[in-house]
């Protein structure tokens, strides 16, 4: 049927109606007037493809990508840069009213990136062998499949990062290496993982394995220093043992065999309202396994952004006396932050990202972070209870963003200011609606997924006051008024949209 697309939906997909149905439609972009086939058709919307433009969108541009087309790593690449900005601002503002209930003026234009090609640090492929063939291919999915889109050039990495694929692939071939077979669960190599730092452009590969320490080939080493030799930006050579079914790409176990355990990366700022001591950059230890944005240079804008909501609302000179950084990583926005308290408090529960974390310090001579390894549900109430009173509480969690658990303790600390960084606006919108009621969400009245994923998701609807409770099933004293939301495009070419929303402490009948 004939449709015209109207605007870009969360999950990165084009939305138009078909006689008052949604309808959800992938490669499309607001404006195009097309002709789509409708695939699956529900109750409350459909999934369509493209078959034929007949009036294409003043905002779509040549895709960068050869493979765009079959590639599913990226979604956005047909749409002008403007265009992408334009969208990302509008999937945050609809969640913010949609899900959160809030105004959506509190929310800004999109902060892009000066380059949105060529910016990603970090790439993990997954492998494969043609029927019959000890090639190795490695790259990307085909969109909604499985199937595997063998890359050698990709417009949104390094050519350094394109290189080291090359190498990698040539080597395991050259030591027949079998790739992984996610049904019969045979052959050793499942993904080529790597991590690259911007500052000096050296590459830090992992080699994620169908194995155990005990069952490994005895050729790996071999294997691992021949790759340093090929390829002089390829400094270390580690191994991660995942022998479990499904598809998880790390297993818990990483082990370096050639070269060195970590790389170095650099963030700074050039925006003169940040100290002098951020201008000249902070150094990061960054091992196999740890977080770590992307996007170097978008994430040192995300942070200083984080910067300036954190503390441009003080008198000159002025320091708060405790900063909390929820779900801190290898401290990236603890170290950057540390300047503007007297003490904070970093909380992280992944062990090497904590290990990486105190070294990170050490290595600024910063003295003034204290980093705790625990669950942010657990140790937020263990704050509480030691009477430690926060000023500030900065949350950066995953992407089904904060339990309630972690809401009831956020209630209780009650610090005064909250930055809340999230990657996915409907789960940001969520937790935005309960901060703003001050309750706490009944365990398991929740949902984490977009909006139009699944029929009747919890985060298509906002969150119910009467059938909310805090811990002792009132309301609590203090709610949190959302008065900022900042988008910043760390994923250029994707739906992905990363966001700073800033809000202050009220009392529930509206006062500071």
Not at 131 to 151: P, T
Not at 459 to 473: C, H, I, L, V
Request: proline share 6%; charged share 25%.
């Amino acid at each position: 049927m004939e449709l015209t697309i109207t605007s870009m939906a969360p999950g990165g997909e084009a939305f138009g109606k078909a006689d008052e149905l949604p309808v959800f439609i992938s490669r499309g972009a607001p404006g195009d007037v097309c002709e789509v086939e409708l695939y699956d058709v529900r109750k409350k919307f459909a999934k369509g493809k493209i078959q034929r433009l007949i009036t294409p969108s003043s905002q779509r541009a040549e895709p960068p990508c050869k493979l765009f087309k079959v590639c599913g790593g990226c979604q956005w690449q047909h749409i002008s840069y403007e265009g992408q900005l334009e969208h990302k601002t509008s999937i945050v503002k609809q969640a913010i009213t949609h899900i959160g209930g809030l105004d959506q003026s509190v929310v800004d234009p999109c902060v892009g990136a000066e380059d949105p090609l060529f910016y990603r640090n970090k790439v993990q492929f997954p492998v494969r062998n043609p029927q019959g063939s000890n090639r190795i291919l490695a790259g990307y999915y085909k969109q909604d499949s499985h199937e595997l889109v063998n890359i050698k050039h990709c417009p949104v990495q390094s050519q350094e990062l394109d290189a080291m694929l090359e190498t990698v692939k040539e080597v395991l071939e050259e030591y027949d290496i079998s790739a992984y077979d996610e049904k019969k669960r045979t052959g050793l190599i499942r993904h080529i993982h790597a991590r690259q730092s911007r500052a000096n452009r050296k590459i830090l590969l992992t080699l994620v394995l169908n194995c155990t320490p005990e069952t490994q080939p005895d050729t790996l080493q071999e294997l691992a220093e021949l790759i340093l030799v090929r390829d002089e930006t390829i400094v270390g050579v580690a191994i991660n043992y995942n022998d479990r079914p499904g598809n998880r790409i790390l297993g818990d176990k990483t082990e370096v065999i050639a070269g060195g355990d970590s790389i170095e990366e650099v963030l700074k700022t050039t925006n003169e309202r940040l100290p002098g001591r951020l201008h000249k950059g902070l150094t990061f230890k960054l091992s196999p396994t740890s977080f770590f944005q992307v996007n170097t240079e978008q994430a040192a804008r995300l942070l200083e952004i984080v910067y300036l909501e954190a503390y441009s609302h003080l008198p000159e000179g002025e320091k708060l006396s405790l900063v909390v950084d929820a779900y801190a990583g290898v401290g990236a926005i603890s170290l950057w932050l540390a300047g503007g308290c007297r003490r904070l408090i970093a909380v992280e529960d992944y062990p090497q990202a904590v290990i990486d974390g105190r070294l990170n310090a050490e290595t600024n001579q910063i003295s003034n972070v204290e980093f705790i390894e625990g669950d942010v549900a657990t140790v937020l109430p263990q704050l509480g209870d030691m009477g430690e009173q926060a000023d500030l509480v900065v949350l950066d969690p995953p992407r089904k963003g904060v339990s309630p658990e972690v809401i009831g303790a956020l209630l209780d600390l009650a610090p005064a200011r909250i930055v809340y960084v999230s990657c996915n606006p409907s789960t940001l919108a969520r937790d935005l609606k309960y901060l703003a009621l001050g309750i706490v969400p009944q365990a398991g009245a929740v949902s984490n997924n977009e909006p139009g994923e699944t029929e009747g998701s919890g985060a298509e609807q906002s969150p119910d006051p009467d059938t909310a409770s805090s811990g002792d099933g009132k309301r609590g004293k203090f709610g949190y008024k959302t008065v900022r939301i900042q988008p910043i495009d760390l994923f250029p070419q994707t739906y992905h949209v990363e966001s700073v929303a800033t809000l202050e402490r009220v009392l529930l009948d509206g006062s500071l």
